[in-house]
């Protein structure tokens, strides 16, 4: 029984939204089964998806928490 992780900010995907849309989620939890299916073939019901959401702020890049690398970034690519 497969279960596949997914690890997303939580920043939307739109202007204006805090996390992923209902059918978004539906759609990575669709395609990430899916390809299971395909490749290994494991079968839609014996495979679980779990998607996490996490904060911007309990991520880092670059040696810093992720709201500071992109505040920089611009700065570097000068």
Do not use: Y
Not at 28 to 52: A, M, N, R
């Amino acid at each position: 029984m497969p279960i596949v992780t997914i690890q997303v900010t939580r920043e939307g995907t739109t202007p204006g939204a805090a996390s992923l849309t209902a059918a978004e989620k539906a759609a990575l939890i669709k395609g990430s089964s899916q390809l299971l299916l395909d490749v290994l073939g494991k079968p839609l019901d014996s495979t679980f998806v779990v998607i996490e959401e996490v904060d911007t702020d309990n991520w880092g890049w670059g040696g810093l928490p992720v709201p500071e690398f992109r505040r920089r970034r611009p700065a570097q690519t000068k």
